[in-house]
């Protein structure tokens, strides 16, 4: 895959910025030009349109998921159930610095994104299903990494990880409601014992 030229990052970076600030709708390319220092024509050369550029910011919020959070709480030579509840307190302290640097609980781009645009871009609720998809299978993974060890007996890793992400988003969107960090520090941490049976 061919590394992405400075113009098209700095698109790519203005939007992820100022869409997570703010939402899909307030944001205009004009103002995703402006923020990013480059012209209309530059734009339109990278994106046909502000949905295709959406969708490619989706795709870094994942990358940057996978590595920054989910990558980092495996770092660790852990046992499964510890390396998921790691999760829960990075996400934790990313949603408090986010906090103490904007005044605002930000939530989860993916889940702020299909609240509010699910029932009306399906190229974007696609993308969106996919990733949440990708995510699910991280989750299932560590669940069938903990069974195979004997840390957990009976379950459905499959329908436990989809309901662990789940749970995992509506404590976001909850601590986002609330504009408060502790929400997820209280809560979150649950989400390692949800457990779905045979």
């Not at 696609?126 to 299978?137: H, T, W, Y």
């Not at 499959?158 to 960090?181: H, P, S």
Request: charged share 25%.
């Amino acid at each position: 895959m061919n590394r992405p030229s400075d113009t098209q990052e700095r698109i790519l970076n203005s939007a992820r910025e100022l869409i997570y600030a703010s939402s899909y709708a307030d944001v205009g390319v004009a103002s995703i030009c402006e923020h990013a220092g480059v012209k209309k024509g530059s734009f339109y050369h990278f994106f046909p349109s502000k949905s295709d550029l959406t969708r490619a910011v989706l795709e870094t919020y994942f990358i940057d998921i996978k590595e920054r959070i989910i990558g980092q709480a495996l770092m660790d030579d852990l046992p499964p159930l510890q390396q998921l509840q790691n999760i829960t307190q990075i996400v934790y302290e990313f949603q408090k610095q986010t906090k103490e640097q904007t005044g605002q609980i930000l939530g989860c781009p993916l889940g702020n994104l299909a609240t509010e645009l699910s029932t009306t871009d399906e190229p974007i609720r696609n993308k969106i299903a996919n990733i949440f998809q990708r995510l699910q299978e991280s989750f299932q993974l560590l669940l069938e990494k903990a069974h195979e060890r004997g840390d957990i007996t009976d379950i459905n890793t499959e329908a436990t990880a989809a309901a662990m992400l789940a749970y995992f988003e509506g404590v976001i969107m909850m601590a986002k409601t609330r504009n408060d960090a502790e929400v997820v520090k209280q809560l979150l941490p649950a989400m390692v014992n949800i457990r779905i049976t045979q």
